[in-house]
């Protein structure tokens, strides 16, 4: 795959500096502000803030929100991600019907429901994401649900509950390519269970929209880009988001190098010809991102019309 505008690497013990093109303003607005207090109110978590998210300007500027189930503290320890790791409150049954009166608040068109891991639970917390589609499609019956899910330790009985609460677009991140996920990833997960899990979504009677993501700037190679893009494609996943690893702390992984937008633009080009409905691709791309999520809804919204 060419790479025309290669970030200039790193003299040995040197780590690259952040380019001019990740530079995002601060966040602010009326609606930004809204938002913010809608969510602070009704007590839910968001990605946009737990994983510090760059573009959550953008997206509570636009009145959307990524929210997260199941708590802010995850059972897994992906050397990638920023949310707390450790032992995790019980679940709250209220919260399911919480996050579907906060969406109506909100009068979104699209709503992206995610979590963190939550092994600790029977089912992963499936039964959990299931009564929060299903209060969602209650009290919201024309807001589009998109889910990003865990693994559920590839349990098929727990993937499929998900499934029958009918969300119309279920997510599930690879999140980087085989050879790095031991590294990049939790212990507990693998990159050949998460294939599993898509391909598992796929295969359900309710026949959901899919969709992945994948990091950019952990020491892939080309080539295995290009294998990930055919993997996930195998799998019949239809939508697929590229962006660029931002370490959060000093205790993550590092970057080993930025890729450039011209780059980013390379990728898309090379995974759109393996035959995804969608792809989004660029520095600042993440795996709930809003121009994946329009797609998705005019997608959708002209199925309905049909």
């Not at 953008?58 to 929100?65: F, V």
């Not at 559920?152 to 690879?174: K, S």
Request: include cysteine.
């Amino acid at each position: 795959m060419a790479t025309p505008d290669r970030f200039p690497k790193p003299q040995l013990g040197e780590r690259p500096r952040k380019p001019e093109w990740l530079k995002v303003r601060l966040p602010g607005g009326q609606v930004y502000e809204r938002v913010r207090s809608i969510v602070r109110e009704t007590r839910l978590s968001t990605v946009c803030e737990e994983a510090r998210c760059p573009n959550v300007g953008e997206c509570w500027g636009g009145g959307t929100a990524t929210v997260m189930l199941m708590g802010e503290v995850c059972t897994r320890a992906c050397r990638f991600c920023h949310v707390k790791v450790g032992a995790p409150l019980p679940l709250d049954p209220a919260e399911p019907e919480r996050l579907a009166q906060a969406v109506g608040r909100l009068g979104l068109d699209y709503v992206v429901v995610t979590s963190v891991n939550r092994d600790d639970v029977p089912d992963g917390g499936a039964g959990h994401f299931a009564a929060a589609v299903r209060a969602l499609r209650r009290e919201s019956p024309r807001t589009i649900v998109e889910v990003l899910i865990p693994d559920f330790q590839g349990v098929g009985r727990d993937i499929d509950q998900v499934c029958e609460a009918r969300p119309q677009v279920i997510a599930h991140n690879v999140e980087t390519v085989e050879r790095l996920t031991p590294t990049v990833r939790d212990r507990r997960a693998s990159y050949r269970q998460s294939l599993a899990v898509l391909e598992r979504l796929k295969s359900h009677p309710s026949r959901p929209y899919t969709k992945s993501s994948v990091m950019v700037g952990l020491g892939e190679t080309d080539v295995e880009l290009e294998k990930t893009f055919l993997d996930l494609r195998s799998v019949g996943v239809d939508v697929l988001t590229l962006g660029q690893y931002l370490q959060p702390s000093a205790h993550h992984l590092p970057v080993e190098r930025f890729a450039s937008p011209k780059e980013f633009d390379a990728y898309r080009a090379r995974a759109e010809a393996k035959g995804f409905l969608y792809v989004a691709s660029g520095p600042l791309v993440r795996s709930s991102y809003r121009a994946a999520e329009f797609f998705m809804r005019g997608l959708l919204e002209r199925e309905r019309a049909g």
